[in-house]
């Protein structure tokens, strides 16, 4: 294992002494950046590795250390992620971002490899997913990885919904959420919504 990787395990404050370039650099803290989105402001957090979260800019910080543990500074993307960001966000596919899928397990990174196929304007059950990742049996255990998605919009869990056509729930922000993203990418039509 590699330095940078071991000290990318570590958690909680930054020690006296290191500068926002290492910390950074060494993967010691994830930077973060805020960018505009179908549904508003989301901030995106990145490290070495790649881009580790996204979530709605209101009250993020909260969300990120009941789920990553990790430091944090504020940062722009590393210049040849720039451009790739924004992409990723509109287009709902990582493209050529490169993603930090380190805080799932190996079954939730084959379902959100998988998600990240769905193209823009489309749609696939639950159903389909567990299909693909070879476990047609666990389409719950598919909605389970999906809500845990640390990395919405540019991973399209948005586009997985259930087999009877309603769309489900959407860990970002709720239900409109989901049903706003769908109308933006020209998918909605046919869906069923909850009362």
Not at 82 to 103: C, H, M, W
Request: charged content about 25%; aromatic content about 6%; some cysteine.
């Amino acid at each position: 294992m590699s330095i940078e990787s071991q000290l990318g395990g570590l958690t909680g404050p930054l020690p006296d002494g290191i500068t926002d370039g290492v910390a950074l650099g060494t993967g010691l803290a994830d930077g973060y950046d805020f960018y505009e989105s179908a549904i508003g402001s989301v901030v995106v957090t990145f490290n070495p590795q790649g881009v580790s979260s996204l979530d709605l800019a209101e009250g993020w910080e909260v969300r990120y250390a009941d789920r990553h543990h990790r430091a944090l500074i504020r940062a722009e993307a590393p210049s040849q992620w720039e451009r790739f960001i924004p992409e990723a966000i509109e287009k709902g596919t990582p493209g050529k971002l490169p993603v930090d899928l380190r805080s799932v397990t190996e079954f939730q990174r084959q379902v959100l490899v998988t998600t990240a196929t769905i193209p823009k304007g489309e749609v696939r059950p639950y159903g389909w997913v567990a299909r693909e990742v070879e476990r047609p049996g666990a389409v719950r255990a598919v909605g389970s990885a999906v809500a845990r998605n640390p990395i919405p919009l540019i991973i399209p869990c948005h586009r997985v919904i259930r087999s009877d056509g309603h769309i489900g729930n959407y860990s970002l922000g709720g239900p409109h959420n989901k049903i706003e993203l769908l109308e933006h990418e020209g998918s909605i039509v046919g869906l069923k919504f909850d009362e």
